[in-house]
């Protein structure tokens, strides 16, 4: 059975945070302003959508978030009805995709004036890991700036006046974006091949750029991912990557708590293996930006505490 937990909080650090953020609504009244409406899923892909907005957020681009609750698993989330009127006003709809937020296809119908942008589809090849669609691809830093290009495209083609502004912010979100993908690069070279566990494949396209492997029985992943019970030859297979120190770090999801889930990080912090929460949206009081830079750091200090080297 799956429980629901609570997210501890992320350690702020220095990045690029614009006011805009504070533009992300979510309520569904959109559409009626003559700015340019956006929806987005999640509060994260509104995040980026409002770093490109930069301050023609509120103004020129009303942007809607329809999953804000960091608290929320936005697998499991169901939609209302105004969610439904946010998703019918858009102009421009920001979805995940690949199975992640089904609910936006469900509810927004067919309009030919409205942009959809699909992150999953935007991603391409990049969205498989290990031969396996891994849907989390905000994890993934070349294709979040390829959907923030995509964002600019779209809010330029109904608000072009404002072209130059949306290209500016989007060199700045672009080059902000780089500078995350330099670090992981840095724990790359400073940690080369050193094994990690997780609990879901959640933080996978960021772990694999830091140059880490994933140890993790597929199964036991998997088998939390579907809320599904954990065979116990699996779970003694992952319990044992701890106690033998075949991986560094465990990095689990914080918004996915069951049985299984506690009894392996309890098993590596009892082994001395140090524990890296992530999520899946965006924690409050955080931009994209800034939550990425804290996930980043967060792995650092692990990696550097760590008895596996």
């Not at 700036?145 to 060199?171: C, F, H, M, W």
């Not at 080369?192 to 492997?213: F, N, W």
């Not at 994933?214 to 319990?239: H, I, K, W, Y």
Request: charged share 20%.
């Amino acid at each position: 059975m799956r429980v629901r937990g609570g997210l501890a909080a992320l350690a702020a650090v220095t990045a690029l945070v614009t006011p805009a953020l504070a533009a992300c609504s979510s309520t569904a009244g959109t559409g009626d302003t003559g700015a340019v409406a956006v929806v987005a899923s999640t509060n994260v892909w509104a995040d980026v959508a409002a770093q490109v907005a930069g301050d023609l957020a509120g103004r020129s681009v009303r942007i809607t978030s329809i999953i804000n609750d960091p608290v929320q698993d936005p697998h499991s989330y169901e939609a209302n009805a105004r969610d439904r009127i946010a998703l019918a006003k858009a102009d421009i709809v920001i979805e995940n995709g690949g199975g992640y937020d089904d609910f936006v296809d469900r509810m927004r119908g067919h309009s030919p004036d409205r942009t959809t942008i699909d992150a999953v589809s935007v991603a391409g090849s990049r969205a498989q890991v290990g031969g396996q669609l891994n849907e989390h691809v905000w994890y993934d830093f070349p294709t979040v700036t390829a959907v923030a290009g995509r964002i600019a495209e779209a809010l330029e083609t109904r608000d072009p006046s404002d072209k130059a502004a949306y290209q500016r912010n989007l060199a700045s979100f672009a080059n902000a974006v780089h500078g995350l993908e330099e670090r992981e690069a840095r724990v790359a070279q400073d940690h080369p091949g050193i094994g990690v566990a997780i609990t879901e494949p959640v933080p996978l396209y960021l772990l694999q750029s830091c140059g880490l492997v994933n140890r993790t029985p597929a199964q036991f992943s998997e088998s939390v991912e579907e809320g599904t019970d954990v065979a116990p030859r699996v779970l003694q297979e992952t319990l044992a990557l701890f106690s033998s120190h075949q991986v560094a770090v465990l990095v689990y999801n914080e918004q996915t708590v069951d049985v299984a889930t506690t009894r392996v990080t309890r098993e590596a912090r009892t082994a001395g293996v140090p524990v890296v929460g992530m999520t899946e949206t965006l924690p409050q009081e955080q931009s994209y930006l800034s939550w990425m830079s804290a996930n980043i750091t967060a792995l650092e200090n692990a990696l550097g505490a760590s008895p596996v080297n």
